[in-house]
């Protein structure tokens, strides 16, 4: 059996300098019918306080594996993380017992799942709903988790929150209830948030302000905001690095500014055609041909090469490695080189 242990993580920053938090050589298999399902291999990313992550990818490269693993939530079996460590604040939370791992989550790591509707209970009043964070973990009365309530819901600019605090959740729009789920996940003052796409159903002027909210509470508090999305195009303005996943590996690490500049992987210059845009009105949109890879039948060689326009004959044989092509970003592209040159640069 694996060894764990009840050690409690530290609340400062860990000895020689390591960032918040570190993910370092990931793998994550399902053990499936069908066979194993090779969902997460050799992940490597970190966050330090203050700063955002977006790991970005199509459905099925790895990214919500990933932030599950980080959470301690992946439904084991079928799930087994078979190699890597996740460490924050410099403790190996993969070592933790179940007892001092749910001391961490919600409470140091907390999460902000897509579907507020369903995650929300429609036979509790949000501010119970939101309450109850502070009576479970803090011991607090009723009256005075209704207080709290209030306070958040106007931290996350819900309008009237005094008077709405007795509203049930359908009473809510969709941004709004997006809105009470942020302001749970905060409620204990997390040192990390993960943004599991977080506006994926709402409509483009609400995701912008639910983008915005996340970016100012983030600054606010100092905390480390990881942000999962498929949309290249919401996290431009909020996230400050952005690791890029496909078949479940990172392909391109890159810092924001620089990935939106000069792309240095196939798929991310791919995702990055993809976003519309105003000053190419009329245009055809650019889509990236194919489908993702088959994750029990993954293709030899390089993942993406069935789909990649820069394929050459050895990309069909060799793994490519996260190159490192600078003290920020790294590529799993052997023709790295000429992407970046290709480019819109
Ligand atoms: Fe494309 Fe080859 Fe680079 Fe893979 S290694 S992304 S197939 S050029």
């Not at 050895?314 to 970046?340: F, K, M, Q």
Request: aromatic letters at 4%.
């Amino acid at each position: 059996m694996k060894k764990t242990s009840t050690q409690v993580v530290p609340s400062r920053q860990a000895p020689g300098g390591e960032p918040l938090l570190v993910v370092d050589d990931l793998h994550v298999e399902f053990v499936t019918r069908q066979g194993v399902v090779k969902a997460v291999n050799g992940v490597g990313c970190s966050l330090n306080p203050g700063e955002t992550l977006a790991v970005l990818g199509e459905s099925g490269s790895g990214k919500s594996v990933t932030a599950q693993a980080i959470m301690g939530i992946l439904d084991s079996p079928p799930a087994r993380v078979t190699r890597g460590e996740i460490r924050f604040r410099g403790t190996n939370l993969l070592g933790l017992s179940e007892e001092a791992r749910a001391q961490v989550r919600g409470r140091r790591i907390a999460m902000i799942f897509q579907d507020a509707l369903s995650a929300l209970n429609p036979v509790f009043t949000v501010g119970d709903q939101i309450g109850e964070m502070f009576r479970v973990h803090r011991g607090a009365s009723r009256r005075d988790a209704t207080k709290k309530a209030i306070e958040l819901m106007d931290r996350v600019r819900i309008p009237a929150a005094r008077q709405r605090v007795h509203d049930y959740p359908h009473q809510f729009s969709g941004g709004m209830r997006q809105r009470i789920m942020i302001a749970m996940s905060i409620a204990l003052d997390p040192e990390v948030l993960i943004a599991d796409e977080p506006t994926t159903a709402l409509d483009v002027t609400v995701q912008a302000q639910i983008m915005e909210l996340l970016g100012e509470l983030r600054r606010e508090s100092d905390m480390g905001l990881i942000l999962i999305t498929h949309d290249l195009g919401v996290v431009a303005d909020v996230a400050d690095k952005i690791a890029v996943m496909y078949g479940g590996r990172i392909v391109e690490n890159a810092l924001v500014h620089d990935i939106y500049r000069r792309p240095a992987h196939p798929y991310a210059k791919g995702l990055l055609d993809s976003i519309p845009r105003v000053d190419q009105k009329g245009q055809e949109l650019y889509a990236i041909k194919g489908m993702p890879p088959n994750l029990l039948d993954m293709p030899t060689g390089c993942a993406f090469h069935p789909r990649c326009p820069y394929r050459q004959d050895n990309c069909v044989v060799d793994v490519p490695p996260l190159y490192e092509i600078g003290p920020t970003r790294a590529s799993a592209c052997h023709y790295w080189r000429e992407v970046l040159d290709g480019s819109h640069g």
